[in-house]
């Protein structure tokens, strides 16, 4: 268990003691010692109670407990607490807006223990003469009711991607000479997953059944989903998989709504790549590729393209695309928007890379809420062989996250320019994330915005406003000569946040008048700019920035997913500023070359 793992469980820990009325102090030992443990960088697994009593913020009691989760993986005490609160209250917890305190509240007053009852009394305005809530409230829960029963039962990309990783390793350990593949939303790199699809070949059907007989006999049944002669189905998340090569059967029962389906399917040989094709999808991409296939005479499915029941060879997708007369077209750009047509007339773009990417913009210090220094960060760029990097810390608005004052302002670039010095082969671009200020003004005067190499004009709060009143408040920021690039845009926290309520076309033609760089951001709460709208700014001509808005040195790997949301808008890496030299990208963002 890391310290990510462990912080979450004290903070889970903390709020159920809130939901119970316990202690004011002692909730707060357990919010402070989880604060404490995410920024530590050194595993606590391997400290002793006393090492871990050391620490600043960790007590005897709340070290016991780290000490019984990294031995065990679960807290008695924690345990019997959950046992005590119904499992209704605790589905709460993911209703936005709605803290422990106003669901306890809930609770006592309405005796409501489950979110189908809360939204019924929202429809009946039962909430909105209790006190500290209010009909906005009661309308805003209601709203966040609606949005979580939406995205019921999907997953960020990073959480379905690893799972199903680590499942294929798996399957590799006991199954060396198959051939393992992701197929599904995650081979097209989708933001959220439902489900993961892994396709199984070059076994014999003893090796299928030894499969089926391993998954019976280790995982309990409330995890089985079915268990078929070319289909596996179970339910999963990164626990799961670690303990089917630890134990003999995985001995907990965990609630499904953390927990993935995963379907894997036995695929005969022969097959494999005409299955491979089918089951990455979009099902909208291959209806229109069996439409192909008929007016061409052919009879098209998972197991081959067949000409009078004769079966045409394919040894790969790249043939099966050849066979019906188009270019190849990459898994992320199968979602039916126009890349069958761009297919036919050979106009599918060589899509930027990971390997194209030179440097990062939009990473934070711990000036402001990051973790790490800027030394830190220059060591780990280095390391990862980055040509430059960009340092933007929140501006001073950003209260709750220690945003610079002026005077911590020339205080950061003085040691810029020291380790500038200290490192001369690497670029380091002085930037700041300003808030867009609900007028549309920039943080900062004009004197202090002029100063920063870059700045990131992002939105960070009133985020429900009219959508007149919150175009008009990007726009404003866009014609500002001192943005550079245009953060986040739509402001988005995929699962829990809806987007802003704005034209995002409007945006677009509005980055492209006033020369503005537009945000990929990276972070995988984000991945914002939508992909769906990012073939039209291309089709405009404006430069993207793959941005990881990194907060600690490992949210710079982020860019990775900011790469696959540029594939899936069709982005080449001309398109991208930080494909580009540093000796370019300085001289674009001085003004002394404008993109075109």
Known sequence: MNNKDIAKTLNFFATLLELKGENPFKIRAYQKAAR??????????????????????????????????????????????????????????????????????????????????LEYACLENRLKNMPNFGEKLQQKILQNIKILKTYKDRFLFPEAYNIANLLKNFLYTKLPNAKIEIAGSIRRKKETVHDIDILISYITPEDWEKLKNLFSKKLTKSLIIGMGDTKISIYANEKIINQLSKTKEVPYEISKETLIQVDMRFVPDESFPFALQHFTGSKEHNTKLRSIAKKMGYKSNEYGIFKNDKKIEANSEEDIYKILNLQYIPPELREDIKEIEAAAENKI????????????????????????????????????????????DHSKSAFYAHGLEEERIYQQKEEINSLQKKYPQIKIFWGIESDILKDGSL??????????????????????????????????????????????????????????DIDMIKILEAAKKYNKIIEINANPHRLDIDWRYIPYGKKLGILFSINPDA?????????????????????????ILNTYSKTKVEKILKKEEQYE
């Open 443 to 500: 943080d900062y005067s004009e004197d202090i915005l002029k100063l920063f190499d870059f700045v990131i004009g992002s939105i960070h709060s009133n985020f429900s406003m009219k959508q007149e009143d919150m175009e008009n408040r990007i726009l404003a920021a866009l014609a500002n000569p001192y943005l550079t690039i245009l953060g986040h845009p739509s402001g988005r926290l995929l699962l829990s946040r809806e987007p802003f």
């Open 36 to 117: 404490t443990i995410e920024n530590i960088q050194n595993n606590l697994k391997n400290l002793n109670i006393e090492e871990l009593i050391k620490i600043n913020g960790i007590g005897k009691n709340i070290a016991e407990k780290i000490i019984e989760l990294n031995t065990s993986g679960k807290i008695k005490e924690l345990d019997a607490l959950k046992k005590e609160i119904p499992n209704g209250i605790i589905e709460m917890l993911k209703i936005p807006n709605l803290g422990p305190k106003r669901i306890k509240q809930i609770y006592e007053i309405l005796n409501i223990t489950s979110i189908g009852e």
């Open 551 to 575: 907060h600690r040195l490992e949210g710079i790997n982020d860019i990775e997913y900011g790469v696959n949301i540029a594939r899936k808008g069709w982005l080449e890496p001309i398109n």
């Open 349 to 392: 773009p060589v899509l930027v890379s990971r390997d194209d990417i030179k440097g990062f913009f939009h990473c934070h210090t711990n000036y402001s809420d990051g973790q790490n220094s800027i030394e830190e960060i220059i060591q780990y760029a280095l390391k990862k062989k980055y040509e430059y990097i960009g340092i933007s």
